[in-house]
C-alpha cells in the first residue's frame, strides 16, 4: 500500500510537464516512461490445484510458465535488481494461483499482525484489477513470516481514493517456505518461495462472483519490496540516510509502472485467460488497448497542465495533442470536454464508431 498514512511519500506522482513549450515529434513526448509496453502472461486453466504449502515444486505448476526477472520499478532508466525474482500463475474454478521464488541472502522479517505495514520488512506483493477497469482493485502483501496484508481500493490515491483496510479476502490462503533460515544473521540463505490462493469470491464486487471465461482480460502487477540493512546484535538493521532516516527501499516490480508508484492500475501488467491445454496460446494486444493509451495521454496531460495553472486545459490545443490519430490503420478522432474543474476525454474510431471515455478520476467508460 502506497498511501499518506501507510506509505512514505515516494515521488511527485507525475514527472515534470516539459512538452507544452516545443511542438512534439511523438504524442507521449516528455511522458515516455509511462507509455512503454506492460508484459503480459498468459495464465492456463487446471483442474488440479496446486497445494499451498510454500513449496512450489508440486507437479500442478510444470503446467505454469515463469515470468521474465524483475526489473527496477522505473524500468531500464535504472539498474537491474541485484537478486532475482520471478512469478508463475494458474487458475481453476475458484482461485487464482501464484507462486514467487524470490533469491535472498539475508532472509528476514519481523511484522506479524495481520493488516500490519509489511513492507516495513522486506516482502512480496500482488496488485490484481479484475476485467481491467483501472479502478475497484486489490492489494496483497506477505512477509517471510506470512504475515498478510491485504487491501481494496476503490479508486487510486491520485484519484482521492480509499484504501479499505479493514477488507479482508475471505479463503485467502498464503504459505511461505524458506530456503534457510529466516532472521540468523550467522548464515547465509538462499531465498524464499511464496504460494497463493486468492478465491474469485474474495476480489468481486457484490453476490455476483466475477469468474474470469477463456480469454478474457485482467491487470495484474507484483512487487518486491528490498531494503538494505546491515547486522547489529544479531539482528537486521536498515541502513540509514547522512539525516538518520532508513534509506529508501528497492521497489522491483515485474511489470515497469514508469515511475515509483505502485498505484498506477494502467501500467500493469496483462493477464490473459486461456483454457488451450496445449500451451501455445500468444498475447496479442488488443485494440481497444491502444486506442485507450491516447485517453492516458489526454489524462496524464490535463493534469499537469492543471498542476502549472491550477486549472485544466479547455482544449486539445493546449495540451498539443492532435486531434486525429492512426491506429493499426484506423483512423480515431480525438475530441475532449472541458472546464476549468472537471474534463472529459473521448477516443472513437471514425470507421465503426467504436470507442472510449476517460475523465479526471480516470474512470474508464465505453460508448
Not at 541485484?82 to 512469478?87: I, P, R
Not at 540468523?184 to 504460494?195: F, I, L, M, R, Y
Not at 547489529?232 to 538493521?237: E, F, I, P, R
Amino acid at each position: 500500500m502506497r498511501s499518506n498514512i501507510h506509505r512514505k511519500i515516494l515521488v511527485t506522482i507525475f514527472l515534470p510537464f516539459v512538452a507544452f513549450c516545443a511542438k512534439a515529434q511523438s504524442p507521449f513526448q516528455g511522458l515516455e516512461n509511462l507509455f512503454t509496453t506492460p508484459r503480459n502472461y498468459i495464465i492456463h486453466y487446471t483442474k488440479t490445484p496446486p497445494v499451498i504449502d510454500g513449496d512450489i515444486n508440486d507437479t500442478a505448476w510444470n503446467q505454469a510458465a515463469w515470468t521474465d526477472q524483475f526489473q527496477d520499478i522505473e524500468g531500464d532508466i535504472k539498474p537491474h535488481p541485484t537478486l532475482h525474482t520471478q512469478v508463475k500463475m494458474l487458475w481453476g474454478d475458484s482461485c487464482i494461483y501464484i507462486a514467487a521464488k524470490l533469491q535472498e541472502p539475508n532472509v528476514w522479517a519481523y511484522e506479524t499482525k495481520h493488516d500490519a505495514v509489511v513492507f516495513h520488512d522486506n516482502d512480496f506483493e500482488v496488485f490484481i484489477n479484475p476485467n481491467n477497469t483501472i479502478h475497484r482493485y486489490y492489494e496483497f502483501e506477505v512477509n517471510a513470516l506470512n504475515t498478510i496484508f491485504d487491501l481494496f481500493l476503490n479508486s487510486p490515491y491520485r484519484d482521492m481514493g480509499n484504501g479499505m483496510i479493514n477488507y479482508n479476502a475471505e479463503g485467502l490462503r498464503t504459505a511461505v517456505k524458506i530456503q534457510g533460515t529466516v532472521d540468523n544473521a550467522a548464515d547465509t540463505d538462499q531465498g524464499w518461495t511464496v504460494e497463493i490462493a486468492i478465491p474469485f469470491k474474495a476480489i468481486s464486487i457484490g453476490n455476483n462472483v466475477n469468474i474470469p471465461a477463456d480469454g478474457d482480460l485482467w491487470r495484474i502487477n507484483f512487487s518486491r519490496v528490498e531494503w538494505d540493512t546491515d547486522v547489529h546484535n544479531g539482528k537486521y538493521v536498515k541502513q540509514t540516510t547522512a539525516s538518520g532516516g532508513p534509506k529508501p527501499e528497492h521497489n522491483w516490480v515485474w511489470s515497469a509502472q514508469g515511475v515509483i508508484n505502485m498505484h498506477f492500475p494502467e501500467r500493469w501488467g496483462y493477464l490473459q485467460f486461456s483454457k488451450n491445454t496445449g500451451g501455445n496460446s500468444a498475447f496479442m494486444m488488443p485494440y481497444a488497448e491502444l486506442q485507450k493509451q491516447y485517453l492516458w495521454l489526454i489524462y496524464y496531460r490535463e493534469h499537469l497542465y492543471f498542476k502549472k495553472y491550477h486549472s485544466y486545459a479547455l482544449s486539445l490545443k493546449q495540451l498539443e495533442i492532435n486531434s486525429t490519430v492512426v491506429i493499426n490503420g484506423k483512423t480515431n478522432q480525438l475530441t475532449l470536454e472541458a472546464t476549468k474543474h472537471q474534463f472529459m476525454g473521448l477516443i472513437h474510431d471514425t470507421q465503426n464508431s467504436t470507442g472510449w471515455t476517460i475523465n479526471q478520476q480516470s474512470e474508464i467508460g465505453n460508448y
